[in-house]
Structure formats: structure tokens, C-alpha cells
């Protein structure tokens, strides 16, 4: 019997490192053989229903073989059903878990200020204590702001809800304990200073990097928690400390002054052309005796009372546009004779003179028909803009009709050279000076020559769009202009974003800009987010 499983898995295993060719001549071979190999196929026949007589080594006793077919299989468990916890939503689990961390913390507190407690609750505290040291007076207040902050992050007023805030939190807390044991160290077994974990992070600090080197790692450290807490970059950080830092300089300044001798602040400088900061003028010293104590009077901070550029000063005035009448006449009949070639007469009763267009108001005449006179239609005029731009050698032109508020179409030609619309005369005439909004600004001339102004005030949202060399950065910068001819930096400041870099950035170092002129991507989703709080 071994012998024979021997072969058979020799047989086997030669069988299958044989070429397919080699494969068929071996099974050839073997079908000719009595042996029953299992991994050859055989023709088997259809054996008959009934009983089936297999001799036994006992004797010739008969017993009937099971059926064949395939076996039962168990049948499969029921699935099981979800827990409760699995059964709540995202939104559903952050509510749970800030209920249970302000009610933890809650609990946390009124075990902390409580004159009685248990033998469990005692135990508690005191491995709090141990682990942590004072912190143990941080952690309920930092439970149940974070516990309320879960469950009230729908509210708009509240700061986004975010990982990294968290994460920065954790950190703050951890570098607390860290600065508690640097203040108080070796008091850990007494629950003092940062406990367990504030001795931990105190010695891996002081003892690897040496006081010095400690002191840099919690510095740098502190500013990596508030950069993720607050959400802002460690420019803006360093840049929101210059303002105190100085602060703090002239603080210290004026308290180590001799005594009497008055602090005078530095003249400002002025920072941007045509903004003259104006000082109020310092109080005279008065006389004081020699031998009686004096005392010193703090010394306010200066007033700066910003004064307006004159617009004079600062823009240019445009030249008259030189008009050719006869020119203009000349257009004037060639239209008409155009269009009553093609059976539309009109009459030209108006034209309208443009910085790069001239409008010509024409009135539809009557024509003869079969069934009496008729008035020219109007879209048959609009249908003949091509002929009347070929025979007028123009471009193109536009064709209203009707004009608003008029009983006349209006063919718009360009003119044969651009007049400049210089903005001091947009600024300086009557409709925008009757204009008292301080959010106004000049928008330009229209068809007719007439200046154009708008107010910032009435659009939540202003969207300028045109093709390549249509004057976008041209109004861009005319409305920046008009807001900062019209307003201190005391009533306006503004927020500039370029990430092209380059129509915004020469506005850097104006009075008005809250923060540098933003120009890094990363920086300009922070820079909006503010500003909608701010608005909020």
C-alpha cells in the first residue's frame, strides 16, 4: 500500500513538470494500466438505482452505500445585529462623546472643591495629583470647554471644529505641566508642580538639552500649539508680537525715566505719501520747586489725526477730446442713406458723443406698401448691423433697440481713436461729489460721456470679469483709489489677496492694510475664514 502512494505521488509530481505534448502520452500510458490514479479523468459508468453489494474483508455480507450527493451544510448563523454605538451617526457619536467629557470634567471639579469625599473619590485625586500636579485644576475646565464645544460646534460664532485644534490643545496642556515642573521640580511625589508626566517632559528637556536649550524647546514648543490652536502661520504670529514688543519696550522706558522728566513720544514717520499723521499739541511744562516730590503722570498715547490727500496732488486731469462735427455728419447721413437702400428709412434726431463709441439715435420713418404707410419695424433695422458695419468701415456696432426711456434706436459706432477717461475728472465732477456714501467709488464714462459712480454699500458681492485687456485690473485698482481718497485709515481697513503677485503688492505699506498683502495660497483660506468671523 506505501509503495503503491509512493509512486503515485512520484508520478504526480513528474506529471506536472512535463511539456502539455508529454502530459497526453503519459495519460495514454496510464489509462491502459488497472491502477486508479485520482488526478487522471476517467470515464465512470452510470451505475443503477438501488442497492449497491460491496464485498468486506468479513465475509460476503451486503450493505447498502449512502447516496451520493452533495453534503448538507450547516446553515448559516444569523448576522449579528449592531451594537448601539455602531448604530449612531458620526454627528451623533461627537455629541455623546462632548456630553460625557463635560460631565466628566463637571464631576472632576466638584470632587476637587468638595470638603468630603470618599475613600474612591479620595484615591482618585490623588493619583491625579501624582500624575499630573496642579494641572489637576486645568483638566476640569479643559473638559468641559472641550465637552461644550462638541455639542455646540454647530454654532456659527464658535470656531470651526477640527483635529489639529484638538491635537493643539493636548499639546498646551502637556506643556504646562512641562513649564510646572521647570517652576517647581522634584514635587511630583507630592502632587506639586507638573506631576509625573511634567517631570518626565521637564527632565527629558533640561537634562539632554541643558537650561538653555530647554527654555528654546517649551519657546518653540508653545508657539507650535498656538500656530495649531489659533490656526494662523508663525509670520503672522511674530508679526502680531512686533506691535507688543514695543509696547513693552516703551513701557519699560518710561518707568526706568528719572523722576519729572516727561516721556515725549518719537514723531511718527510717515509711511505713505499724501497721509500726514497730525499730532495734538503737547501740553506746556509748567515750573516745578526744587526739594518737593513729584509725581509723574503717565503719558497718553499720541492722537493721530489723519488728514486727506488732496486729489490735485496725487491724479492727473484728463485732455478734451478733440470732436470732428463734420465727420460725425458725415457718418450720420451714410447711415441713413444705408439703411434706405435697403428699405428702412430713418432719421438720425440724436448722437451722442463717448469716450470710445458714438451713438447715433435714429427714429424710423414710413414706407409706402400696398395696404398704405407703415412705420419701419425695429428688428428689421437690428438685422442690418453687418450691411451697416461694412459700409461704415467699422469693426462692428451695436444696435439697441429700443434705447431705455427714449423713442429712438441707437447705433453705437466705435470711434476712430480712444479718449482717456482719466479718473481726477470722474473723481471731481458733480454727480460723484453729490455722492456722500464713503464706500463710493468711479466706475467711468457711459455711452453718452456722462461719469458713472456706484457704492460699495449696496453689493454684498462685487464680481469683475472681461476678456484679456478690457480694464479689470484698470477698475480694480480705480476702486481701491476712490476708498482710500475718501477714508482715514481710522474708518477703513482692508485685506488685499494677489496670489499672482502682481496688481495688488504695490499696495504695501499703506495705513489701511490690516495684515501685509496675502500672496501664499495657504495663507488665504485663514485670511477668509477671519474675516468672516469678523463679520459674523
Not at 506691535?243 to 505713505?272: N, W, Y
Not at 526739594?291 to 489723519?306: F, H, L, M, N, S
Not at 482692508?494 to 495657504?522: C, M, S
Amino acid at each position: 500500500m506505501f509503495s503503491v502512494c509512493s509512486v503515485a505521488i512520484q508520478l504526480s509530481s513528474c506529471f506536472h513538470n512535463c511539456t502539455p505534448k508529454e502530459k497526453q502520452t503519459i495519460c495514454a500510458i496510464l489509462q491502459k494500466m488497472p491502477l486508479k490514479i485520482p488526478f487522471i479523468p476517467q470515464k465512470t459508468k452510470a451505475k443503477p438505482k438501488g442497492k449497491t453489494v460491496t464485498p468486506s474483508r468479513g465475509g460476503n455480507k451486503s450493505q447498502a452505500a449512502p447516496k451520493k450527493g452533495k453534503a448538507s451544510l450547516p446553515p448559516a448563523p444569523p448576522p449579528a445585529s449592531p451594537s448601539w454605538w455602531d448604530s449612531l451617526s458620526a454627528e451623533r457619536k461627537l455629541d455623546v462623546v462632548g456630553a460625557i467629557m463635560a460631565v466628566i470634567g463637571l464631576f472632576t471639579a466638584l470632587i476637587l472643591f468638595s470638603a468630603q469625599r470618599s475613600a474612591l473619590t479620595g484615591g482618585m485625586l490623588k493619583i491625579l495629583e501624582q500624575t499630573i500636579g496642579w494641572g489637576i485644576y486645568i483638566l476640569p475646565v479643559g473638559l468641559i470647554v472641550m465637552g461644550l464645544w462638541l455639542v455646540l460646534r454647530r454654532i456659527e460664532k464658535l470656531p470651526p471644529l477640527s483635529l489639529e485644534r484638538a491635537i493643539g490643545l493636548i499639546l498646551f496642556f502637556f506643556w504646562l505641566l512641562a513649564t510646572m515642573d521647570s517652576v517647581n521640580a522634584g514635587a511630583a511625589l507630592n502632587g506639586a508642580g507638573g506631576g509625573y508626566i511634567g517631570s518626565v517632559l521637564g527632565r527629558l528637556f533640561f537634562n539632554s538639552l541643558g537650561f538653555a536649550g530647554g527654555i528654546i524647546a517649551l519657546i518653540a514648543w508653545l508657539l507650535i500649539t498656538i500656530t495649531m490652536i489659533f490656526d494662523i502661520s508663525v509670520e503672522d504670529l511674530f508679526r502680531w508680537f512686533g506691535p507688543v514688543t514695543m509696547k513693552i519696550r516703551g513701557l519699560l522706558a518710561r518707568q526706568k525715566s528719572p523722576a519729572g522728566e516727561a516721556f515725549l513720544p518719537e514723531d511718527a514717520e510717515v509711511t505713505s505719501a499724501g497721509f500726514t499723521p497730525l499730532h495734538r499739541p503737547e501740553s506746556a511744562v509748567t515750573n516745578v520747586e526744587v526739594g518737593k516730590p513729584v509725581t509723574t503722570v503717565k503719558a497718553a498715547e499720541p492722537v493721530i489725526q489723519w488728514k486727506l490727500p488732496e486729489v490735485k496732488n496725487i491724479l492727473i486731469s484728463g485732455s478734451a477730446p478733440e470732436v470732428n462735427e463734420e465727420f460725425i455728419q458725415g457718418r450720420s447721413r451714410l447711415i441713413q442713406e444705408t439703411l434706405a437702400s435697403f428699405g428702412a428709412p430713418v432719421q438720425v434726431v440724436e448722437i451722442n458723443r463717448g469716450p470710445t463709441i458714438t451713438q447715433f439715435g435714429v427714429e424710423p420713418l414710413f414706407v409706402e406698401t400696398r395696404g398704405g404707410r407703415i412705420k419701419v419695424r425695429v428688428n428689421k433695422i437690428a438685422s442690418l448691423a453687418d450691411d451697416l458695419a461694412l459700409a461704415l468701415a467699422a469693426p462692428r456696432i451695436r444696435i439697441q433697440a429700443p434705447v431705455p426711456g427714449h423713442s429712438y434706436v441707437g447705433i453705437e459706432v466705435p470711434n476712430e481713436e480712444m479718449t482717456l477717461v482719466a479718473l481726477r475728472d470722474i473723481i471731481e465732477s458733480e454727480p460723484f461729489q453729490r455722492n456722500l456714501h464713503p464706500l463710493k467709488f468711479a466706475l467711468g464714462r457711459d455711452v453718452t460721456g456722462n461719469p458713472i459712480s456706484a457704492t460699495l454699500e449696496n453689493m454684498p458681492h462685487l464680481l469683475i470679469a472681461g476678456t484679456t485687456g478690457s480694464g479689470k485690473s484698470v477698475c480694480v485698482n480705480a476702486i481701491l483709489t476712490c476708498l482710500l481718497l475718501s477714508n482715514t485709515p481710522e474708518d477703513l481697513k482692508l485685506i488685499l489677496i494677489d496670489p499672482k503677485r502682481v496688481e495688488l503688492t504695490g499696495y504695501n505699506g499703506i495705513p489701511h492694510l490690516l495684515a501685509p498683502v496675502v500672496v501664499e495660497i495657504e495663507r488665504v483660506i485663514g485670511a477668509l475664514q477671519w474675516m468672516t468671523r469678523e463679520m459674523d
